[in-house]
């Protein structure tokens, strides 16, 4: 079954706690993305990752770490660092060039009590 | 610096026509793209325009212009299943930027 696939759905934690969400892809795409989203709110583009080893601070990677030691693998890590990290997770990839048609994972929606 | 801006939120009538608006400003510009996000649910692109001119497909629609940094999304023969947020984004290289969405509520 091919996709990507973003684990948990639902994920809840206790302030001051780091957590790591998962996403997965099996369709060989060089890059992958990770969005947040508050309610109401566009996409803001936390990390992005071209090549294995190798990513970019987005516009708010505050307060978040990845690592890209796969192709098919991009964990973001929600450190505590973070001031407010409740929001719907979006991975998302792309193929490579000037245009990035964006495919995105179901997405895990972190709570911190 | 970059940014794009659409409408909050757009009421229609099921069956009628409704357009989404877009204004964006860039440095470098490598084409419009919309997406559409049910509630709870993950964003799906929905067109791309790289020229001028208007993109078909099916119901939906794309227009751009470069020249007034403006586009929009057509949606026709509208049913209750379109009801979502739309958004526009531009792909720069390597990475894509997105608006806020508009909240597009389709009533009978």
């Known amino acids: 079954d091919g996709g990507i696939t973003q684990s948990p759905k639902y994920l809840f934690r206790k302030e001051g706690q780091n957590v790591t969400l998962s996403c997965e892809q099996n369709?060989?795409?060089?890059?992958m993305y990770w969005y947040r989203q508050d309610p109401g709110q566009g996409l803001r583009l936390i990390y992005y990752?071209?090549?294995?080893?190798?990513?970019q601070k987005g516009d708010i990677a505050e307060g978040y770490s990845v690592s890209r030691e796969k192709k098919e693998s991009f964990p973001l890590t929600v450190t505590s660092a973070q001031k407010n990290p409740t929001a719907f997770y979006l991975c998302?990839?792309?193929?490579?060039?000037?245009?990035?048609?964006?495919?995105f994972g179901p997405g895990t929606r972190l709570t911190v009590l | 610096g970059q940014s794009l801006e659409q409408p909050s939120e757009v009421t229609a009538v099921e069956g009628a026509i409704v357009q989404i608006n877009c204004t964006y400003q860039?440095?470098?510009?490598?084409?419009l793209s919309w997406y559409q996000q049910h509630d709870g649910g993950a964003p799906t692109f929905l067109s791309y325009?790289?020229?001028?001119g208007l993109e078909e497909t099916g119901r939906f629609s794309s227009f751009l212009s470069r020249s007034d940094s403006y586009g929009y999304l057509l949606l026709q023969e509208l049913q209750m299943k379109d009801s979502a947020s739309y958004f526009c984004?531009?792909?720069?290289?390597?990475?894509?930027?997105f608006g806020t969405g508009t909240k597009l509520q389709v009533i009978p």
């Open positions: 990752s071209q090549i294995v080893n190798d990513f």
């Open positions: 984004a531009f792909g720069g290289y390597q990475k894509v930027t």
């Open positions: 998302a990839i792309s193929g490579s060039g000037t245009y990035n048609e964006q495919f």
């Open positions: 325009n790289a020229l001028d």
């Open positions: 860039t440095s470098g510009f490598y084409g």
């Open positions: 369709l060989n795409h060089d890059a």
